[in-house]
């Protein structure tokens, strides 16, 4: 078995030898995030056919065209304001985002001229290569190293995934040692006080980050979208289950390749939007990925709203599929659309004031965080959409769902 940087393994068996067994997410963070040797702070992440997988940005360049036109559906929805933000997080080598401007600036030269890009990336060798792949949107693109105030949307592809989780079950947690030369789990009893999966006692798995991170978004996002892109479950579907991957193969366990290897975890959508509701976030739709981009194409090939149709090239429609099909990408990714402070533009692109705050009863909350996210009856698959949130072409479905059931208010 082949274990990894030898550099960042010092460091990691450094901090155990010194400390005792630290926490997964910790080994997450090291692993991935160390400063000089972390697989993706060091710039050593590969993504794409020569890379260690692939993600629906590496598929080519129709997935950025086809947010585009869910973005641009969007920017008309809040009344085509100026200086709109997209803020993407999780930005790679800035592909998405160069898929995006350039797809805005030759199909929806009015959206583009309204646009700005912004990047939060807190990695420089990320940040270098992003701003050589942008060259050409110099004017159009600025970076932050940390989520600022925003007006407009932010998306994020697997960037949930990527955050580092630690493994609790009940009062129990799985933290990391060492023992000789290799690295393993040992089973802790929580200290008292310490915060505990409200999993059941089956599964282990605690992403303090991500509700951090919604409580983030959900803090400096002023009005508009948050688009989170990503593979995971709903809270009755939900196994807990670290993935490491190389060169498109699996590995069998996370002390395989550390700092040469991905690490991630399914998302537990169902605790996201608890946490999202909690901080007075609306779920504008939640669907897998194929019904999310079959909706917006049927706005492109219907002659919709959205502009022009999709290029009709082999390519194009090799992409189509590998991002439609369901044993491809199309049902293993799912897409939740939250919204805040969303209102109809009224004539002469004004707004009417915000629609009240949408915030769930605790009560309500603490039943909803116990059910899985409620299903509209078609298609297949799980999705969910609030009552009275208007459904964005992403989330158009073949039929009026005939069985909208809501959270009970
Ligand atoms: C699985 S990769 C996804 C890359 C790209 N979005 C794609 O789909 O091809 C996850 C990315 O999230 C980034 N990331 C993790 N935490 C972050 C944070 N707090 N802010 C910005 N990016 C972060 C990582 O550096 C990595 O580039």
């Known amino acids: 078995m082949k274990l990894g940087n030898p550099d960042l ?53 129709l997935y950025g065209q086809l947010l585009t036109a869910q973005f641009v559906e969007i920017w008309e929805q809040l009344g085509k304001i100026d ?19 350039e797809s805005a600036q030759k199909r929806a ?33 600025e970076w932050r190293d940390s989520l600022q105030p ?50 059941p006692s089956d599964r282990w798995a605690f992403n303090q980050p991500a509700l951090e991170w919604v409580d983030d978004v959900a803090a400096k996002l002023q009005r508009g979208y948050i688009i989170a892109i990503d593979y995971g479950r709903l809270a009755d579907e939900f196994q807990a289950r670290v993935q490491v991957r190389a060169q498109h193969r699996n590995l069998d366990s996370p002390f395989e390749q550390i700092g040469y290897a991905d690490i991630t975890m399914h998302v537990d959508w169902s605790s996201i939007v608890e946490r999202a509701r909690a901080n007075g976030l609306r779920v504008a739709g939640f669907t897998d990925q194929h019904h999310f981009l079959t909706g917006i194409i049927a706005e492109l090939t219907e002659g919709g709203s959205l502009g022009p149709s999709l290029p ?63 299903r509209i009856g078609c298609p297949p698959g799980a999705e969910w959409v609030d009552a009275e949130v208007r459904r964005l072409a992403g989330f158009k479905f073949e039929r009026e769902p005939r069985d909208v059931r809501t959270v009970p208010r």
């Open 9 to 61: 393994i010092r460091c990691i068996r450094a901090e155990i030898d010194k400390q005792g067994p630290i926490s997964f997410a910790r080994f997450m963070h090291q692993a991935l995030y160390h400063p000089e040797h972390g697989y993706y702070s060091s710039g050593r992440c590969a993504i794409g056919r020569t890379g260690d997988y692939f993600t629906n940005v590496s598929v080519g360049p």
């Open 83 to 101: 200086n709109f933000m997209i803020v993407e997080q999780g930005a790679h080598d800035g592909q998405f985002a160069r898929d995006v401007l």
């Open 109 to 141: 030269p009015e959206f583009f001229a309204a646009l700005r890009y912004r990047i939060v990336e807190p990695f420089p060798v990320l940040q270098e290569r992003q701003s050589r792949m942008l060259e050409q949107f110099r004017d159009k693109v």
């Open 150 to 199: 925003f007006l407009g949307i932010h998306f994020s592809n697997e960037l949930l995934d990527a955050l580092p989780v630690r493994l609790t079950s009940g009062e129990m947690e799985k933290l990391v040692d060492v023992e000789g030369d290799n690295f393993l789990f040992v089973e802790r009893a929580l200290s008292q006080g310490a915060a505990a999966s409200k999993l």
């Open 312 to 374: 009709d090239s082999p390519e194009t429609k090799r992409e189509l599929q590998t991002l439609l099909h369901p044993e491809m990408l199309g049902r293993a990714f799912q897409v939740l659309a939250l919204e805040k402070n969303v209102a109809e533009p009224v004539k002469g692109g004004q707004l009417l004031k915000p629609k009240a705050d949408s915030a769930v009863e605790r009560s309500d909350r603490r039943r909803w965080a116990t059910q899985p996210i409620r």
